[in-house]
Structures are given as C-alpha cells and as structure tokens.
C-alpha cells in the first residue's frame, strides 16, 4: 500500500528538524541524501606547495585514503594524509567540480530548512520568536560575514537565546552542533565567560587559515589535534565564568610607578593587589598591601621595584577547581583571554562568592525537598502516594524515595489535593512546582556553569515561602 503523502511529508520534516537541531553533520548524511555517492573521488590540494591527497567515499560514509586506512572525519583525513597536522576538513576535500565539502554540508541544511513545516517550528524546543528555520539564516548569516572578515558580535545571553535557552548546560551541545555545521566556532568561548561577555562567532579553524598553515613545514603541525566533532564537550566552571575574570581590563601600573601611585589606585578602586604591566600581554608582577608593607618595612628608602612580586597568571578557560590550590598559596591569579591578553585579575574571594551562590541554591532547593515531603508523609498514607507515583515497581520504600516529580504527582491529583485542604488553586500550584522541578534538576544535576537567574531563584524562595505558610 502506497504510503500517504502527509505521513511521508511528516517523516521527512522530523528528519530535517533533527539534521538542523543538535547533531553534528556526517559525510553519512551527505551519502544518505545523495549529495555523495559511494566510490566518488574527493581531492585535498595544497596547492602553494604542489601535493594532492586522494579519498574515496566508502558505502558507510568513511573516506577511504590511499593508504587504505578509512576514517569518519574529514579533519582527521586530512591530517592523516598529510602525516600530521590539523586542519578544516571541511573545507579541504574537494569533488571534481570543486565544490568542498562544506558546501555540500550547506545544501543538505538548506534542503532541510525547505522541508520544515510551520508546524514543527511551532513545536522547536526554542522561543517562539526563534524558529529552527530563522536559527538556521542568522547562522547561516553569521557564517558568510564570518568568512568576509567582519564577524557577527553577540552577547553570550543573546546568543543563548538563539536556542530559546536562558543558562548555558545540557543545551551546549546543541549550540556548539549547530555552529560547526555552518563552519563557526565563537571567540572567546561561550561556555568559558560570563553571560554579560560578547563573543563573536568567527570561522571554525584553528589558529590560522588552512591556506597559511599549509605553506608552513610540516615539522610545526605534527603533533594532530583532534577534530572538534572527536572531541568531548568540557564540563565544569572555568575561570572565564567569573565576573572578574573577563571584564573591561585591569587597572594597573608599570614597573616605573611610585609606591604613591600604586597606593592611590588601590584605595580608589578597593584593591588588595594591583598588576605591573610593560603592556598589556607583559605581566612584570603584581603589587599589594602586604608586598608594600614588607618591602617598606625591611627598607624605609626601599624603591618600588623592591615590593613588586611574583604573579600567577592562567588562561580564561582553565578549569576553576585546578586554580583553587593557586589561589590558597597567592589569593590571587591575573587572567588572560583568548588573545593572550591580561584581562582580568580573580581573587580567592570572588571563588568563594562563587561557590557560596552555589550553596545556597542547593540549600533553597534542600529546604524545597524537605517541606514538601514533611507536608506530603504527614497528610497521606505510604501505599496512597506509590499508588500514584510508581504502582508497578518497588523503586519507592518510603517517602524518603520520592522525587520532585512524585511531588508534583501527588499534588496535582484533585483528590489529594482536597484531601490537602488548602484555599490554593491545584493547576497553578502544580504548574509552579513542575517549573521549580526543572529548575532543581538543573541545578542538582550540574546541567550549568552559570548562577540561576534571579527569576529562578525568587520561584523556589516564593514556593518555600508558601509551603512554610501552608505546611506548618
């Protein structure tokens, strides 16, 4: 039986949906789709220095070298074949008629845009102001201003806000899949830096364009960097995530200032330390409170130069838990960005106030936890409530076993919640708790690096406000 034409239609927009929404494109998908076929010849020329590489296109998507050896990624093919290195897969291989393979990557998305229906942009997990299809032009535009040498700037809120996303976490990947399918990576990182921080999405090669790293000896790219579709997505805080770290420059002086001025800047600005600079990539140290007094101390006529120390110095996207033993010994560290630039200055005391957001959401959410099991054990039966949160398994053996989802299961059944008596409406309130629980899961599942907007933070203290109120 010939199969509708809807059903076929609906088949083929989920399809294109999820090629545009979170997955990284394959030389499969172009083989899939037909914009390959099995046994076609792909060329990367380095044409400054007169060498070609051959690949062939396997039936499962692999490209074969000539070596024999077959490989998923472009990028690792190319370097591959060069015997070392790192390059745009991408934009290396080329078909006979010279189209690269990133093109084709552009006509499969282009082709899937086409067959995205009203209905499932109505249904995209973004805003609603930001369908998959506009997604797919804004990137799609990005990429072009990218390659004109004018790239788009962006704050990393806004950028979020592309995925329909507040807080950076689970949806990263996403954003990270959908930016290396339209050949862009963002500068700085956007998971690295405060929501505050304008990136800009630049084209997704390494330090230098391919043609440039090409002409160099092949003795400076033998050690190969893993393609970004090869690499692990990071997780955790960075250093760069913190206010500080990033900000609008440090204030700081040279290593010819007087202890007068290093002095006068540190009581305007509230410093406990300030950087020495000859510039601003050439960190000469630091000064601070202690360093001048000790200096002063040994020698009343001691001359600046004698109070200015040692500074630790990272990277913006170093992890913050292999900082913390830096900053126990220093109580400070200088901060450079993705130009190498002295950016910002972290001190032990910005890791604590960290830190500190981050217990107290945890103790918003424990008091939430425990509120609503109190209230919940002291007004219904054990055997009513696995009844209604898990009646087919034994994964409930008390209260103490209960989500927020069996909460939330709980409460909104019309006959607990007439059992529970209070003058509330049931819809509202279990709307409110389901919210909260996504919130909560977030947070106790480390799904992000960021603080939870004060929205979310004032929705869990209102709700344990209420079940204060009504659970006493």
Request: glycine residues 6%; negative net charge.
């Amino acid at each position: 039986m010939t199969e509708p034409h809807d059903s076929r239609d609906r088949e083929a927009s989920s399809r294109a949906s999820y090629l545009l929404d979170g997955r990284r494109v394959r030389v499969s998908d172009l083989l899939r789709h037909g914009l390959l076929k099995e046994g076609e010849t792909l060329a990367f020329m380095r044409r400054r220095l007169g060498d070609t590489y051959k690949a062939t296109v396997t039936g499962k998507g692999w490209l074969r070298l000539e070596n024999g050896e077959e490989v998923r990624s472009p990028s690792r093919a190319a370097a591959i074949a060069v015997g070392g290195g790192s390059f745009d897969g991408w934009h290396a291989w080329t078909l006979d008629d010279g189209r690269t393979l990133d093109q084709l990557r552009q006509e499969l998305l282009d082709s899937s845009v086409s067959q995205i229906t009203d209905r499932d942009d109505e249904d995209s997990s973004a805003e609603p102001s930001v369908s998959a299809t506009e997604r797919h032009i804004l990137l799609r535009r990005a990429a072009q201003q990218a390659e004109s040498g004018e790239p788009v700037s962006v704050s990393v809120q806004d950028l979020l806000g592309w995925w329909g996303a507040s807080g950076r976490g689970t949806v990263n990947e996403r954003i990270e899949a959908d930016l290396a399918n339209h050949g862009l990576t963002t500068s700085p990182n956007f998971d690295k830096v405060p929501l505050a921080t304008t990136v800009q999405l630049v084209r997704e090669t390494l330090e230098k364009d391919l043609e440039e790293a090409l002409d160099e000896p092949l003795a400076l790219h033998l050690k190969t960097v893993p393609p970004a579709d090869e690499v692990a997505p990071e997780t955790g805080l960075t250093i760069g995530t913190l206010p500080s770290a990033l900000g609008h420059g440090v204030v700081s002086v040279k290593p010819t200032a007087t202890f007068e001025e290093a002095i006068t800047l540190m009581t305007l600005h509230d410093f406990s330390q300030l950087p020495v600079l000859t510039g601003p990539y050439n960190l000469r140290g630091a000064v601070s409170w202690k360093s001048i007094a000790r200096a002063r101390h040994a020698d009343p006529e001691a001359s600046f130069s004698q109070a200015v120390m040692d500074a630790r110095e990272v990277r913006y996207d170093h992890d913050l838990i292999d900082v913390l033993p830096i900053l126990a010994e220093s109580d400070f560290v200088l901060v450079r960005d993705q130009h190498n630039k002295i950016a910002g200055i972290v001190t032990a005391a910005d890791v604590a106030q960290a830190y500190g957001d981050l217990a107290s959401h945890f103790l918003l959410i424990g008091e939430m936890d425990r509120r609503l099991r109190q209230i919940i054990a002291g007004t219904f039966t054990f055997e009513e409530v696995s009844a209604l949160c898990d009646p087919n398994t034994e994964r409930l053996a008390s209260f103490g076993d209960m989500t927020v989802g069996d909460y939330q299961r709980v409460l909104e059944n019309p006959a607990c919640w007439e059992q529970l008596g209070w003058p509330l409406d049931r819809k509202v309130f279990a709307a409110w708790l389901g919210e909260v629980r996504k919130i909560r899961n977030n947070v106790m599942h480390f799904n992000s690096s960021d603080p939870l907007p004060k929205a979310d933070v004032d929705k869990i203290r209102n709700l344990n406000r209420l079940l204060r109120d009504y659970g006493e």
